[in-house]
Nanobody, 123 residues
Framework: QVQLVESGGGLVQAGSSLRLSCVAS????????VTWFRQAPGKEREFVAT????????YYDDSVKGRFTASSDKAKHTVYLQMNSLKLEDTAVYYC????????????????WGQGTQVTVSS
């Protein structure tokens, strides 16, 4: 079992930055892909970014490419999502999820999930 705990969400103005954290515990492995998803009210959960924990290989959705950066601190078993130039449409609950590499855009393929952290971007 792997436990994931997100933190770092909040209420910010458009154009601001936030850094989300996802701390993993339990039977963690560097073979994992850790992926950030988000879900806005009334919408389906959507892929944001994924990082391969072993070598920091990343992949981003076009909507966040150039603004968001995923990274990891292996000593802390933590994955980060640095979010810059936030837009109103980035408002959502952000979740981190894990599965053995490769990552996938399909949230149904993930074995482990965090509880989510709310990000609200205001004008």
């Amino acid at each position: 079992q792997v436990q994931l705990v997100e933190s770092g969400g909040g209420l910010v103005q458009a154009g601001s930055s936030l850094r989300l954290s996802c701390v993993a515990s339990g039977r963690t492995s560097r073979t994992y892909a850790v992926t950030w998803f988000r879900q806005a009210p009334g919408k389906e959960r959507e892929f944001v970014a994924t990082i391969r924990f072993s070598n920091d290989q990343t992949y981003y959705d076009d909507s966040v490419k150039g603004r968001f950066t995923a990274s990891s601190d292996k000593a802390k078993h933590t994955v980060y999502l640095q979010m810059n130039s936030l837009k109103l449409e980035d408002t959502a609950v952000y979740y981190c999820a894990a599965r053995r590499w490769p990552g996938t855009l399909n949230p149904l393929m993930y074995d482990y999930w965090g509880q989510g952290t709310q990000v609200t971007v205001s004008s």
